[in-house]
């Protein structure tokens, strides 16, 4: 991993219409105000774009390997993180597959997913909804039931303990065959009360949603929510864009940053009011009209429904959703009451009972009011 802290220029991965950049860690800077360091983190968050296996610390790396009988390529923690240097979706996805060759066992799943839970209400997330991607753990043997069903123990302990809420969502890998994707469905889909959705992650190079309509569809019939990855400055990017908003009908878009390019597409993602978790690690800047955009200030300049989220915090640094909000706001210049505006966007993109949502949104406003930031 590259550390790169007082840049606070646009790390876009695989950045097409952009230079290639160092992806740098995301970090509170230096000089923030003390005051808006303690509001970020005290404010009542909701997280939608974190990947499980992202969340996997070199530390835990370690622990897993020790106790699986799995020798590691390296000597230690330090070496491991050294080895986190990526400059675009490929490079950090290859390292991102081989971390997760520890994870073998019901309780491996449980500890990563209860580790991220705790680390996640210790940043005052009041609830998550979290990737995890299916067909990396059944390619090399893992069973369906040990991956959901750890995972799905650590959420119930998580809510009894700390009280967080979480749900699951599904990720097809756009990289592999529509055969393999339909497979992991066919094999979720008995544990389908376990999940609230499916999304679409890894490489999106020639990998457009609509390779996946009938995985979606097939899911939706089951019941589940869909959501879809568009990754920012991808090739065919408004492409995708569109198959996802129009064509596949997604219910919300992860990243999604390369709509401020397109007038027409923002029109049609207002008018379903569309959701989009945004990661400032992955998505920085876009150039629209020539000029590099803040996705997370564009979105909300134009008034498009912008959360701001983590994606694979083990591999940026350990930063979670406090430090990505923190990283944000100075980016995008954002106040308090737009940092308010992003959580209660975050809040009302759940996919949960109204009743749910509107204590989430109480909690938010109470602690809004306290501050005296108009909301
Ligand atoms: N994009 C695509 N695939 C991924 C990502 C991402 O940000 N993180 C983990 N898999
Ligand atoms: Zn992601």
């Given at each position: 991993?590259?550390?790169d802290r007082?840049s606070?220029?646009?790390?876009?991965?695989c950045?097409a219409?952009?230079?290639?950049l160092?992806m740098r860690?995301?970090?509170a800077?230096?000089?923030?105000?003390?005051?808006m360091?303690?509001f970020?983190?005290?404010?009542?968050?909701?997280?939608?774009?974190?990947h499980?296996?992202?969340?996997?610390?070199?530390?835990?790396?370690?622990?897993?390997?020790k106790r699986?009988?799995v020798?590691?390529?390296?000597?230690?923690v330090a070496a491991?993180?050294r080895?986190?240097?990526?400059?675009d979706l490929p490079?950090?996805?290859?390292?991102?597959?081989?971390?997760?060759?520890?994870?073998?066992t019901?309780?491996?799943?449980?500890?990563?997913c209860?580790?991220?839970?705790?680390?996640?209400?210790?940043q005052?997330?009041?609830?998550?909804e979290?990737?995890f991607?299916p067909?990396?753990?059944?390619?090399?043997?893992v069973?369906?039931?040990?991956v959901?069903?750890?995972i799905?123990?650590a959420?119930?302990?998580a809510?009894a303990k700390l009280?967080?809420g979480s749900q699951l969502i599904?990720?097809?890998?756009?990289?592999?065959?529509a055969?393999?994707a339909?497979a992991?469905?066919d094999a979720?889909l008995?544990?389908?009360?376990?999940?609230?959705?499916?999304?679409l992650?890894?490489d999106?190079?020639?990998n457009p949603?609509?390779k996946?309509a009938a995985h979606?569809?097939k899911?939706?019939a089951?019941?589940?929510?869909?959501t879809?990855?568009?990754?920012?400055n991808q090739?065919?990017?408004?492409?995708?864009l569109?198959?996802?908003?129009?064509?596949?009908?997604?219910?919300r878009i992860?990243?999604g940053?390369?709509?401020?390019?397109?007038?027409?597409?923002i029109?049609?993602?207002?008018?379903k009011?569309m959701?989009?978790?945004?990661c400032?690690?992955?998505?920085g800047?876009?150039?629209?009209?020539g000029?590099?955009?803040?996705?997370?200030r564009?979105?909300?300049?134009?008034g498009?429904?912008?959360?701001i989220?983590?994606d694979?915090?083990a591999y940026?640094?350990?930063?979670?959703?406090?430090q990505a909000?923190a990283?944000?706001q100075?980016?995008?210049?954002?106040?308090k009451?737009?940092?308010?505006?992003?959580?209660?966007n975050a809040?009302?993109?759940?996919?949960?009972?109204?009743?749910?949502?509107?204590g989430?949104?109480?909690?938010?406003?109470?602690f809004a009011?306290?501050?005296?930031?108009?909301?």
């Open positions: 991993m590259h550390l007082r606070l220029i646009g790390g876009a991965l950045a219409a952009m230079p290639l160092p860690t995301l970090a800077p230096d000089d923030m105000p003390t005051d360091a303690a970020i983190a005290a404010m009542p968050k909701a997280e939608y774009h974190v499980l296996e992202g969340t996997l610390e070199a530390e835990m790396k370690f622990a897993l390997a699986n009988g020798t590691l390529p390296y000597a230690d491991m993180k080895s986190y240097v990526f400059h490079t950090f996805l290859k390292v991102y597959y081989e971390g997760m060759n520890v994870l073998l019901e309780q491996d799943f449980y500890d990563l209860y580790a991220y839970l705790a680390k996640a209400h210790s005052n997330v009041l609830y998550a979290m990737f991607d067909q990396q753990h059944i390619d090399r043997g069973p369906i039931a040990a959901i069903g750890g799905t123990r959420r119930a302990d809510e009280g967080i599904l990720c097809f890998m756009r990289d592999l065959t055969e393999n339909m992991a469905l979720a008995p544990y389908k009360d376990k999940l609230v959705g499916v999304g992650d890894s999106e190079k020639d949603p609509s996946f979606f569809a899911a939706r089951a019941g589940l929510k869909v879809a990855h568009c990754d920012v090739k065919d990017t408004l492409e995708h569109r198959e996802a908003l129009v064509d596949i009908a997604v219910d992860d990243h940053g390369n709509i401020l390019q397109s007038p027409e597409l029109a049609i993602a207002k008018a009011d959701a989009f978790t945004v400032p690690s992955f998505s800047k876009v150039v629209v009209d000029q590099p955009v803040e996705v997370v564009g979105m909300l300049d134009r498009l429904k912008v959360s989220n983590s694979d915090p940026m640094g350990s930063n979670y959703i406090t909000m990283e944000a100075v980016r995008s210049k954002l106040t009451a737009e940092l308010v505006r992003i959580s209660r809040f009302d993109t759940a996919w949960i009972t109204p009743d749910r949502k509107a989430y949104q109480a909690k938010l406003a109470a009011k306290a501050r005296g930031v108009a909301a």
